[in-house]
C-alpha cells in the first residue's frame, strides 16, 4: 500500500500512476472539493480530511503502508514534517514531491519578497490602496485586520468552495471583495481580473507554474504592478526531489519488493 497526500494536480497524477503499476494506493485529500477532482479507479481509495499526528501514524500502521509520496502544496509546511517525521520513526519509506518554483523574471515591476504572512501584509500596505490576493484562504486574517486598520480595500481569489467561503465571511471579507474561482488562469485572465478590481499590488506565494505563479507575475509585469511574494517553508533535512523519475523509482522499488 502507497499512501499519497495532497490533492494537488501531482498528487493526482501519482496515485493514477501506482493504480497504473497495480499498486493500491490512498490519496488523502483535505476537502470534499479536491476529492471531486480524482478520477474514479477501483485501486485508488480517497481519504477526505486533514490528517493530523495521531491519524498519519494510524494510516502507516493500519494499512500497512510501505511508502509515503507526499505530493502537498509546496506551502503545506506542517503536515509535511508530521509526515515525513511518522514516517522515519515507524521506518516508512518517504520522498517529498517539491514542485519547481516559478521561472525568475526579468521584468521591470518590482518584486518583494516576505518570509511570512504578517511581513507579506506590512509590505503591502505600503504598496497600494487595493491589495489582491491569491494566497488561499488560511492566512486571509492576516491582510482582512490590516486592511480594517489602515484603510486598505483586501479582494481575496479563492476556491469556489462553501467552506472557504464561509471562512472568508467569518473573517468578515465582503462578497464583493471575494472571487471564487478554479484556477490556474492565463496571463490574460490574471490581467482582466487585476484591470477589474483597480488592483495596486498582488500578493502571492510561488506555487510554481503548475499553480500559475508565472501567469500572475507576467500579468503584474504587463500591468506594472509590485508583486509581494511569500516565501516557501524550510523543507531542509525532508527527503525531496523536483523530478518525478525519482518518484516512480521509489515506487517500483515498492513493487518489487510487493511482488
Request: hydrophobic share 40%.
Amino acid at each position: 500500500m502507497i499512501l499519497v497526500l495532497g490533492g494537488t494536480l501531482e498528487g493526482r497524477e501519482i496515485a493514477g500512476t501506482t493504480a497504473g503499476m497495480g499498486i493500491k494506493t490512498l490519496l488523502s485529500v483535505v476537502s470534499g472539493y479536491g476529492a471531486g477532482l480524482v478520477s474514479d479507479d477501483p485501486l485508488v481509495e480517497v481519504l477526505v480530511g486533514s490528517l493530523d499526528d495521531i491519524g498519519i501514524r494510524s494510516l502507516l500502521r493500519e494499512r500497512n503502508v510501505r511508502l509515503v509520496i507526499d505530493a502537498t502544496h509546496p506551502y503545506a509546511g506542517m503536515v509535511t514534517t508530521m509526515a515525513c517525521q511518522a514516517a522515519q520513526e515507524m521506518q516508512v519509506s518517504f520522498i517529498r514531491y517539491q514542485r519547481p518554483p516559478a521561472a525568475k523574471r526579468n521584468g521591470q515591476n518590482k518584486k518583494y519578497p516576505a518570509v511570512s504572512y504578517e511581513e507579506a501584509a506590512d509590505i503591502a500596505k505600503n504598496l497600494g490602496e487595493t491589495i489582491f490576493l491569491t494566497i488561499g484562504s488560511k492566512n486571509l486574517k492576516t491582510f482582512v485586520e490590516m486592511g480594517s486598520k489602515y484603510g486598505r480595500r483586501i479582494i481575496a481569489r479563492v476556491l469556489p468552495d462553501a467552506r472557504v467561503l464561509a471562512e472568508c465571511a467569518a473573517i468578515g471579507v465582503v462578497s464583493r471583495d471575494i472571487i471564487a474561482i478554479q484556477g490556474p488562469f492565463s496571463s490574460e485572465m490574471n490581467i482582466a481580473m487585476l484591470k477589474e478590481f483597480k488592483a495596486n499590488v498582488l500578493v502571492t506565494k510561488d506555487s510554481g507554474k503548475t499553480g500559475g505563479t508565472d501567469t500572475k507575475l507576467e500579468a503584474a509585469e504587463c500591468l506594472g504592478i509590485p508583486v509581494v511574494i511569500v516565501g516557501r517553508p524550510d523543507y531542509q533535512g525532508v527527503p525531496s526531489t523536483n523530478m518525478m523519475s525519482d518518484i516512480l523509482e521509489e515506487i517500483k522499488k515498492i513493487r518489487k519488493i510487493a511482488h
